[in-house]
């Protein structure tokens, strides 16, 4: 099965023709003020343009409510929606059923005891995404550089869909591939020269790690 690849809090179009070249599965939009890669739904729209037929683009909000959400819907139309906040199972059914789009679910993770948290949503959430818990005082969900023990995830059961996410980087891709063999993978601050400036050579650079990898896997 081919791995998905999402690019995560993209905001211009070189970063986003960078992610496409590379062949990224999915292309990220991050809709949450105190987010250094949070965009206007407006502009994330334009962008989303470029990605029709190429990739998948997705909204990630943080305890979005109704009229936020609408408005990100109607100004780039996402093929997915992605809480990454505390949103509960009914509030997850609830956007579903107002949007009619799938929705990943993220959670943070630290211990093997988070991962129990995802057992209400089954049925729910159409896919998962694990993320690393933030540091202490970080007002950031996710994107924070750090990753998890990436073999907690060996506990979860068989053929559960899921990205990997958290602390992600040419560097460290190759072991979390054979760690964990996530289905899908999500990289933001991995790919950045800054927080919220993608880096076009280190887009690029994750990709050929990535292939190198999947190349060490099949030999």
Not at 15 to 42: V, Y
Not at 113 to 137: H, N, Q, S, W
Not at 138 to 160: H, R
Request: charge should be negative; proline fraction near 6%.
């Amino acid at each position: 099965m081919a791995l998905d690849i999402k690019i995560c809090g993209l905001k211009t179009g070189a970063a986003l023709e960078a992610a496409l070249a590379g062949g990224a599965s999915h292309a990220g939009f991050i809709f949450f003020p105190k987010s250094p890669r949070n965009i206007e739904p407006e502009e994330a729209g334009r962008l989303r343009q470029a990605a029709r037929g190429k990739a998948l683009a997705v909204a990630v909000t943080v305890d979005a409510d109704d009229a936020f959400l609408d408005r990100i819907v109607a100004a780039m139309a996402p093929d997915l929606l992605q809480l990454h906040g505390g949103e509960t199972p009914e509030r997850v059914a609830a956007v579903k059923a107002r949007f009619r789009l799938p929705v990943v679910k993220a959670f943070s993770v630290r211990t093997a005891a988070d991962l129990v948290a995802i057992e209400p949503y089954r049925g729910i959430a159409d896919r998962f995404l694990f993320d690393a818990k933030p540091p202490r005082g970080s007002e950031l969900p996710g994107g924070n550089g750090v990753s998890f023990d990436w073999a907690l995830l060996a506990e979860i059961p068989a053929g559960t869909d899921y990205f990997l996410s958290g602390g992600l980087n040419a560097g460290n891709i190759g072991e979390a591939l054979c760690v964990a063999a996530p289905p899908a993978i999500d990289i933001s601050s991995g790919v950045e020269s800054a927080p919220g400036i993608k880096d076009t050579a280190l887009i690029e650079a994750f990709f050929r790690a990535v292939d190198n990898a999947a190349k060490h896997r099949a030999a």
